[in-house]
């Protein structure tokens, strides 16, 4: 029997683990998070994603407890969090630094805060036990943290963080000291352990692609307002705006005048240019300004002149090889930069196109995403 999909944020019974209702907050006169209202629930690995400054790291504070709430609320388990002092909140904070003991061994670590609220001895011996097996650091009990490596000192942050079995585990930029390959390995780790603890994870990272990687939703921030929240997948494939397109991986965005016909939107976009041909449920008026947004591996290459909804005549202007593909940036006669994407199928040297070759540039109508703002 397959397992339901989770997805309580779909289920309107569902009852959410933390509430943020109208929350503002200012900093003398800067507004740091205005009028926000958030919805996270138990068992999630939620991600709040965006530029710095953008108030994320502000969020996890006041969940924290280390910042108050200028204006509205926020609910855990539907309690009013506003009253009650960091220290006595189900929520722990992993930080960037780690802030590990160095003078104490890993074992001590992860039983420092244990101790501190009087666990009997043999209780915190069972639960440091239990983490250093979850954390994979059995080996690794009795070094001092300048004996280990930073990927295993972020494990031991994160055993630490969870020993005390939080309902709710905040991690601020938590991978940011890792390097590329060791980031991506710990990432897998962490779902594993959070899927395996059922702790609710809140992650704030500038990462996108650490926060489509794990989350089972995300948060797109900036200034201060939430931008969309939804899963990877659906932020990917349908954003709701040209920041959030523009803000997740890489994009093509053509901006132009509306003509529609039921759901078909004619795009006029460039003097002496075919009309861009797209596909939508949204409405448009006559002449509106339409963006039309679409990911450069859905947008196709070829010497010979395809037969395809949308087609337009270029030059490539650049090529970035990453191994598994390559992206062509394509010039049009406009100036305006297309880029397409293939897949290195073949070795580098049998590469279809090289530098300043004519191309045709071709997609689908429904390829790319229609956009009002």
Same mark, same amino acid.
């Given at each position: 029997?397959?397992?339901?999909?989770?997805?309580?944020?779909?289920?309107?019974?569902?009852?959410?683990?933390?509430?943020?209702?109208?929350?503002?907050?200012?900093?003398?006169?800067?507004?740091?998070?205005?009028?926000?209202?958030?919805?996270?629930?138990?068992?999630?690995?939620?991600?709040?994603?965006?530029?710095?400054?953008?108030?994320?790291?502000?969020?996890?504070?006041?969940?924290?407890?280390?910042?108050?709430?200028?204006?509205?609320?926020? +609910?855990?388990?539907?309690?009013?969090?506003?009253?009650?002092?960091?220290?006595?909140?189900?929520?722990?904070?992993?930080?960037?630094?780690?802030?590990?003991?160095?003078?104490?061994?890993?074992?001590?670590?992860?039983? %420092?805060?244990?101790?501190?609220?009087?666990?009997?001895?043999?209780?915190?011996?069972?639960?440091?036990?239990?983490?250093?097996?979850?954390?994979? +650091?059995?080996?690794?009990?009795?070094?001092?943290?300048?004996?280990?490596?930073?990927?295993?000192?972020?494990?031991?942050?994160?055993?630490?963080?969870?020993?005390?079995?939080?309902?709710?585990?905040?991690?601020?930029?938590?991978?940011?000291? +890792?390097?590329?390959?060791?980031?991506?390995?710990?990432?897998?780790?962490?779902?594993?352990?959070?899927?395996?603890?059922?702790?609710?994870?809140?992650?704030?990272?500038?990462?996108?692609?650490?926060?489509?990687?794990?989350?089972?939703?995300?948060?797109?921030?900036?200034?201060?307002?939430?931008?969309?929240?939804?899963?990877?997948?659906?932020?990917?494939?349908?954003?709701?705006?040209?920041?959030?397109?523009? %803000?997740?991986?890489?994009?093509?965005?053509?901006?132009?005048?509306?003509?529609?016909?039921?759901?078909?939107?004619?795009?006029?976009?460039?003097?002496?240019?075919?009309?861009?041909?797209?596909?939508?449920?949204?409405?448009?008026?006559?002449?509106?300004?339409?963006?039309?947004?679409?990911?450069?591996?859905?947008?196709?290459?070829?010497?010979?002149?395809?037969?395809?909804?949308?087609?337009?005549?270029?030059?490539?202007?650049?090529?970035?090889?990453?191994?598994?593909?390559?992206?062509?940036?394509?010039?049009?006669?406009?100036?305006?930069?297309?880029?397409?994407?293939?897949?290195?199928?073949?070795?580098?040297?049998?590469?279809?196109?090289?530098?300043?070759?004519?191309?045709?540039?071709?997609?689908?109508?429904?390829?790319?995403?229609?956009?009002?703002?």
């Amino acid at each position: 029997m397959t397992q339901p999909a989770f997805s309580p944020w779909d289920d309107p019974a569902a009852t959410p683990l933390i509430q943020f209702r109208n929350v503002t907050k200012r900093f003398g006169t800067f507004t740091a998070i205005e009028g926000l209202s958030l919805d996270i629930f138990e068992r999630e690995f939620f991600a709040l994603l965006g530029p710095s400054g953008c108030g994320k790291t502000t969020m996890m504070r006041m969940l924290a407890g280390f910042e108050d709430v200028t204006e509205g609320q926020i +609910l855990l388990n539907g309690q009013d969090i506003a009253p009650v002092p960091p220290n006595k909140r189900a929520v722990n904070m992993m930080f960037q630094s780690y802030a590990l003991f160095p003078h104490l061994s890993v074992w001590d670590n992860i039983a %420092f805060g244990l101790r501190r609220d009087r666990m009997r001895k043999d209780a915190v011996a069972s639960r440091v036990d239990e983490m250093l097996r979850l954390t994979r +650091l059995e080996k690794f009990a009795n070094r001092k943290p300048h004996q280990i490596s930073g990927g295993q000192r972020q494990r031991v942050a994160l055993a630490r963080s969870l020993a005390k079995a939080p309902k709710l585990l905040l991690l601020d930029e938590p991978l940011g000291a +890792l390097d590329k390959k060791l980031r991506q390995d710990t990432q897998f780790e962490l779902m594993d352990i959070q899927e395996t603890t059922g702790t609710t994870f809140v992650i704030v990272t500038h990462d996108q692609e650490e926060a489509m990687t794990v989350a089972s939703r995300v948060a797109v921030m900036d200034e201060g307002k939430l931008m969309q929240v939804a899963t990877p997948d659906q932020i990917y494939e349908a954003p709701n705006s040209v920041y959030v397109a523009d %803000f997740i991986g890489d994009v093509n965005i053509i901006s132009g005048r509306a003509s529609q016909s039921g759901d078909k939107v004619a795009i006029a976009w460039a003097e002496g240019e075919p009309q861009i041909q797209g596909t939508t449920s949204r409405q448009f008026a006559p002449g509106q300004t339409c963006h039309f947004a679409i990911r450069p591996e859905k947008v196709a290459i070829s010497a010979q002149k395809p037969d395809a909804p949308n087609v337009l005549r270029g030059k490539v202007l650049d090529i970035a090889y990453l191994g598994n593909i390559s992206t062509y940036h394509v010039e049009l006669p406009t100036g305006t930069i297309i880029k397409a994407q293939t897949a290195n199928t073949r070795r580098i040297a049998r590469r279809s196109f090289t530098w300043e070759d004519p191309v045709w540039i071709s997609f689908s109508d429904t390829a790319g995403v229609l956009l009002e703002h």
